[in-house]
């Protein structure tokens, strides 16, 4: 089957390499110049653990290749997937659909026949409704270019295995007899033929709000967690333990579960800001008001680590050296948006601290985030003459640090963990000093003074 995919960022490259992994011909487009010469190079533009090996496999063979002509788009294929960007607005919580309009506008006065447009980025109920009426503005006479909704439920370090296993597809259609859905189901024949999951079939509407209601359900589910973690700090209990114990009830479930600094990236924050948005638009603006302090919680938990990393240096980040482990929002991404861990260490520099980060993966992206703070190449080399480590991001290398191997270069002797993933134990009988958000309160020794040169060199830089 021929089909295109527009837009190559994270969601537009992953869709549009494991269809041409199911068989298919696809041509993924970009008004990106740039990003599509990597992409026909074979290299992925971002990190995400195995679509390189598909990318290049399919570029070579043939079966995947990209352009910004749209008008060779149109003659390509007759199904046509949508997975551009949907931004929060600048100084608003609402959704910027300007680039998912920018492709329909674009493509249907190019098609020369009827066409299928399948949206799956995440927009605000009634967008597509609104999209079927562009298309049909900028149609040429005589064609009709339908508009279907298949959001996608990807997660960021499984996102190939998401797209090629699904466990579920959701076709959202203004008429459920529409000859639209037969392309739908043969673009995800392969798939439903090897590993069957089930296929919804509903309504636009509908369709578009089963992956904005999803991401609020998890971004509730998070901040559920971290509002008892405050709890458990002032009552000196453990999340950790609260946590296994809730999430053996089968309603509730141990996923999501994990308190620490919270949720980030480019989905949860803006998605569930877009959706209060939208209910106030459509005058349900009470339902979702609890979103603003799923929202609030989030947040706080960041500067409540800024906070628990002046206590443990004295009340005063001044002089001090804080190792910020993690940059992007979650291990197996380069992702740094709205990342809680490099929103923290931004934070922590704010007040005075020297902080130098490390991660494996986002470094570049880091960088140009937030230039000002110092980089370092290693987890190890991030330590040397730190105060205070803390762990921002849970990537399975920063879990496996030997304690032992960090106290040689570090200067303090205290860890801080913000994901609640390190072995506490390990740590504490290696002799550190182990604080996490949602364990409670205890002893903590001395912190080690800072040096009067380098006190004084930061209060002259602050």
Known sequence: MRMTVFGTGYLGATHAACMAELGHEVLGVDVDDEKIARLTAGEVPFYEPGLPEILRRHVESGRLRFTTDYAEAAEFADLHFIGVGTPQRKG???????????????????????AVLVGKSTVPVGTAARLQDLADLHAPVGVRAEVVWNPEFLREGFAVRDTLTPDRIVVGLADPASPARALVDEAYAPILESDPCPVIVTDLPTAELVKVSANAFLATKISFINAVSEVCEAAGADVTVLADAIGMDPRIGRRFLGAGLGFGGGCLPKDIRAFMARAGELGADQALTFLREVDSINMRRREKMVELAAEVCGGTLLGR???VLGAAFKPNSDDVRDSPALAVAGMLSLKGAQTVVYDPQAMDNSRRLYPTLAYADSAIAACEGADVVLVATEWGEFVELDPAAVAAVARGRVLLDGRNCMPG???????????????????????VPATPVAAIAELVRA
């Open 321 to 323: 050296t804080v190792a």
């Open 425 to 447: 134990e390990r740590w504490t009988a290696a002799g550190w000093t182990y604080r996490a958000l949602g364990r409670g309160v205890p002893e903590v020794p001395a912190p």
């Open 92 to 114: 608003e919580f609402a959704a910027d659909t300007t680039y998912v309009e920018a492709v329909v506008t674009g493509l249907a006065p190019l098609l020369s026949r009827d």
